[in-house]
């Protein structure tokens, strides 16, 4: 059993709960006394995660602030407390109450759903118990003091025992990086030393950690015995108002500022509200309600859940994506697939092949008929490549217990170790190093146990082969290369092996005329390769190197070179024994889909905490870049003026990808940020290697303060969390890293190939809707603004209003309503077609679906149509001026449906039933509205001819425009469709 000491926000694990939690507070060093919470300095915060925007008290101020803090409204709220005042009121309370109280209402209703789902999320993953190692042995939730049995929780914690004798751990920390291989831990060594577990409450002692790092990979402490759409709706409504006004201040002016000239301008200022839809608000949030649904009801992205409610229409609108690498792109399973010897390369074709080399070529207990010579030559050598790989790494072999399911390592004698393959698995700090081993086991030498001294390897005639490990050389970022001096058991053989990138390994290897080009060859296929190299030692060599060696580690000054120095005087002309390509496995449909979001005009950033080797590599096999496209590898660097030389090497290229590590990135940040984010814009593609949780988050945000473009985030794992958050739309996959990125996503899906449906058909077909709706609910508002406009114009200028009480309010609900919602059902080509031409979705990045030109042409639409039906009313105007009302406001109501028709593009039978039910309505409720129409006028002829008339010369025109348009200048989408 593994024991930890557990303290929250400790270090890294504070860049994932601070964003999430929202905390504010500045985090300190702190020291945390073992099993004794009374002597903690400070109370700590809760190891809990909070995604809740509200609480019981504030959920009424917080929602009606979110509300009231967008223009419209609170222009609304001002007019409808402005009808209490007897000198400004005109018709009745509810005219205006009512509308904006329903909005409200809706608004609330929607804001509860989304924090009721956003409470329940944050209890099913803070409600989890983790054993708690007590005096009783209680069960509970964790703080920051207590001392817990080995489990997966979110916090920074203390390796204080284990049963191993060793004192060893393998550690996961991809909620923290991203990384899902295993980490070698030792643990504290005076608490590992202890004689009994109980022992652990009785010693005084405490820890000391430093405040949170940036740095999730370093740690210094002491152990001491004693974690846009609404916007430009916004920005259109303050334009209607600015109109408004000004019309008001016309009337008034036209009327020569007589009398009360000031309580006249306000009188018209609430006559033409109408201008600004109050319903606009209402009709936009539950379209996207409605977006939301049919996004979750898709059967062809299965799982996929929409976590926030406000903003589809973004999916619809992005510009750049910003994605994950491990788990995201890749399924981070890597398979080996090619051994190159210089002369001769084997694939996954050949595994007979090599082991049959292997066979003729390992000890037997049975004699082997005798090889020939050329044969013989050839199996030494693959012989020699396969050892190296099979001893060169810090995998471990792990064996499940049949009888309980605890791990354990074999002991005992070669004759009664159980070296079964069907309960060993292997841990590993890199995945790859995972692969490489299980090929070795698939060609025949199998790695069958490994402590911190010797490791055993087991042929295929069954013997075991034991080698000593006398010093291994971990790998590092700096030196790109790890290695290992062990010594065989049978022979006493010292020998150096050691393994790297072909950059670190091809000055060190003797010289050869195969490596570079095999290296490129298998890059361009998209495999990580390493290079393999040996050197055999004497005793004399390998006693003169560990003293070297153990001086360096014992330097007080300079000990880093020291170490680096010693090592490197071994690294000379080693013998190169083979070359390895091994494939980290993509997602399902990866390149397809990052080859459609390209197509659509979206440029892919790929944000991973991986070294540049394997990000450079999955970046050409997931063809996020393209195979006959240049490649800028940003060089190291550490200063203003080699960032400024490398900045300059990089704006000579044209038209190539970059690739750039985080520490680079963060110094040409912090001189040349401005010249950087635009030298980066331009290109195609993107590969950030290397980067913190923070820098993914920085760089979305650099991305939003340099462009005017919209940002989306898609990561899986708890390192990603930042990012999704700062990005305008952000998306979580539900996969091996946990529910962490989804659950603090807007969107979440199961598979990357889902974002393509996710953006090309559903974002889509959002904006655009969303687009149409609100400037089809500002026409409505704007057409009966007119005919108030004129019909005060020539009634000599008075505030008084045209349409009053159930009129007004019937106008904007149940006469008009449902046809003008049934817009969220509208779709100008199919999905097929939009996965088909991705290039569709490039004029939506454009914002011309919803900009000031089209805003433009509908005021034009609605000035046109409004005169047309009161002047129309007017010039037919019969005997009574009820006659003209009942005109005006039935050819009205016929042209907002009409109106609806002209919009449609693709009919859908709810948009029929829309408007047959609200022509319904309105012909019912004639018979109730003779406080408003003279019944016996509108049942006769001349009633029906003069509503025609009106009615046919306000929308003809529109048709005939229409129809020419669509014929001489036709829109992209209706080529595809027609």
């Keep these: 059993m593994i024991f930890f000491l557990l303290w929250s926000l400790s270090r890294s694990c504070c860049e994932c709960l601070v964003h999430t939690c929202r905390r504010k507070k500045e985090l300190k060093a702190r020291t945390v006394w073992l099993g004794h919470p009374e002597k903690c300095e400070e109370k700590y915060p809760k190891n809990a995660i909070k995604n809740q925007k509200y609480n019981i008290v504030t959920f009424v101020p917080g929602v009606l602030y979110q509300q009231f803090k967008f223009f419209l409204n609170l222009y609304f709220l001002v007019v409808a407390c402005s009808q209490f005042v007897p000198s400004l009121k005109i018709g009745y309370l509810y005219t205006y109450w009512a509308p904006l109280g329903f909005v409200l209402a809706v608004t609330m209703v929607r804001e509860a759903v989304d924090e009721v789902r956003r409470c329940r999320r944050d209890k099913e993953m803070n409600s989890q118990l983790y054993s708690k190692l007590t005096v009783r042995g209680d069960h509970s939730m964790t703080h920051p003091d207590d001392i817990i049995p080995y489990t997966q929780i979110p916090a920074d914690m203390i390796f204080l025992r284990t049963s191993e004798k060793t004192g060893s751990c393998f550690i996961r920390t991809d909620q923290l990086d991203g990384e899902t291989d295993w980490k070698l831990r030792i643990t504290v060594a005076c608490t590992q030393r202890l004689p009994a577990l109980g022992d652990l409450f009785s010693i005084s002692a405490y820890v000391y950690a430093q405040k949170p790092q940036l740095d999730i990979h370093s740690f210094e402490g002491n152990f001491t015995r004693v974690g846009l759409l609404d916007l430009e709706l916004n920005r259109l409504t303050k334009a209607l108002f600015l109109a408004q006004v000004v019309l008001s201040v016309v009337m008034v002016a036209l009327q020569g500022f007589l009398g009360p000239w000031f309580r006249n301008l306000f009188r018209f200022v609430v006559l033409f509200s109408y201008i600004i839809p109050i319903s606009l608000r209402v009709n936009l949030d539950m379209g996207k309600s409605a977006y939301g649904w049919m996004i979750m009801k898709d059967e062809n992205i299965p799982g996929t859940v929409v976590r926030t409610s406000t903003i589809p229409e973004e999916l619809g609108r ?570 005006s406001f039935t050819a009205l109501i016929l042209t907002e449906l009409l109106m609806v028709a002209l919009t449609v593009r693709t009919w859908h039978w709810l948009m029929v039933v829309a408007e047959l039910f609200s022509l319904g309505c309105y012909l019912a409720s004639l018979a109730f509205l003779n406080e408003y129409f003279d019944l016996s006028f509108i049942t006769t002829r001349v009633f029906l001819w003069k509503v025609c008339v009106i009615t046919l010369v306000s929308c003809l025109p529109l048709y005939i425009i229409k129809y020419l348009k669509r014929k001489f200048s036709p829109p992209s989408y209706s080529k595809l469709s027609s």
């Design 318 to 887: 992005l510009a750049y994506l910003l994605t994950d690498k491990t788990g995201t792109l890749t399924q981070n399973e890597m398979v080996f697939k090619r051994l190159h010897l210089g002369t001769v390369s084997y694939g996954m074709d050949t595994m007979d092949e090599i082991q049959s080399h292997i066979i003729h070529s390992t000890p037997s207990r049975k004699p082997q008929p005798p090889a020939p010579k050329v044969r013989k030559s050839v199996s030494s050598r693959i012989h020699e490549a396969v050892k190296a790989i099979a001893l060169c790494h810090n995998v471990t072999p792990v064996y499940e217990s049949r009888v309980n399911g605890a791990s354990a390592e074999p002991e005992g004698t070669e004759a009664d170790q159980d070296f079964s393959d069907d309960n060993r698995t292997y841990q590993a700090s890199s995945p790859d190093e995972v692969a490489l081993v299980r090929w070795t086991e698939s060609v025949g030498l199998t790695l069958v146990n490994r402590d911190l001294t010797s490791l055993q390897l087991k042929t295929p005639a069954g013997h075991i082969l034991t080698y000593y490990i006398l010093q291994i050389f971990p790998f590092t970022s700096e030196s790109k290369r790890m290695g290992i001096i062990v010594r065989e058991e049978a022979t006493g053989d010292i020998t150096f092996y050691m393994k790297g990138a072909d950059v670190a390994m091809a000055s060190i290897v003797q010289y050869n005329d195969w490596l570079e080009e095999e290296c490129g060859n298998m890059a361009r296929e998209g495999l990580r390769t390493l290079v393999v190299a040996k050197k055999s030692l004497t005793e004399e060599q390998y006693q003169d190197f560990e003293s070297r060696y153990n001086q360096a580690k014992l330097s007080i000054h300079d000990r880093a070179l020291k170490v680096a120095a010693a090592v490197e005087s071994l690294e000379r002309e080693m013998e190169l024994l083979c070359l390895t390509g091994v494939e980290d496995q993509l997602q399902a449909d990866v390149r397809p889909t990052l080859e459609l979001l390209r197509n659509a005009g979206i440029k892919i950033w790929m944000l991973t905490g991986d070294k540049l080797e394997t990000a450079t590599c999955i970046a050409k096999s997931s063809h996020l870049v393209s195979r006959n496209q240049d490649i800028h590898v940003f060089k190291p660097v550490s200063n203003r003026g080699e960032a400024h030389l490398e900045l300059n090497a990089f704006r000579r290229k044209h038209d190539c990808a970059l690739v750039i590590s985080g520490d680079s990135l963060e110094v040409c940040l912090r001189y040349y940020e401005h010249e950087f984010v635009e030298l980066a814009c331009q290109c195609p593609a993107v590969v950030c290697c290397r980067c913190s949780p923070t820098q993914k988050a920085q760089i979305v945000r650099l991305l939003q303060q340099h462009t005017d473009n919209r940002t989306c985030a898609i990561g899986d794992g708890g390192n990603d969390v930042s990012m999704i958050q700062a990005a305008d739309c952000g998306i979580g996959i539900e996969g091996k890293e946990g529910k962490q990125a989804s659950l603090a996503a807007d969107f979440s899906i199961t598979q990357f190939k889902h974002i393509g449906r996710l953006l090309m058909v559903h974002g889509r077909n959002s904006y655009k809707r969303s687009a149409a709706l609100g400037q089809f609910v500002m026409h409505r508002g704007m057409i009966i603004s007119t005919m108030q406009a004129v019909f005060s114009s020539i009634f000599y200028f008075a505030s008084v209003p045209l349409y009053q009480g159930f009129l007004m309010v019937g106008y904007a609900t149940i006469y008009t309503m449902f046809p003008v919602f049934s817009l969220v059902l509208d779709q100008d080509v199919k999905p097929e077609m939009a996965l088909l031409y991705p290039e569709l979705y490039k004029d939506l990045t454009k914002g011309r679906s919803l900009s000031f030109k089209t805003f433009l042409i509908w005021v034009l639409i609605s000035i046109y149509q409004g005169g047309i039906l009161m002047y129309g009313a007017l010039v037919l105007f019969d005997q009574e001026f009820v006659h003209v009302v009942a005109i």
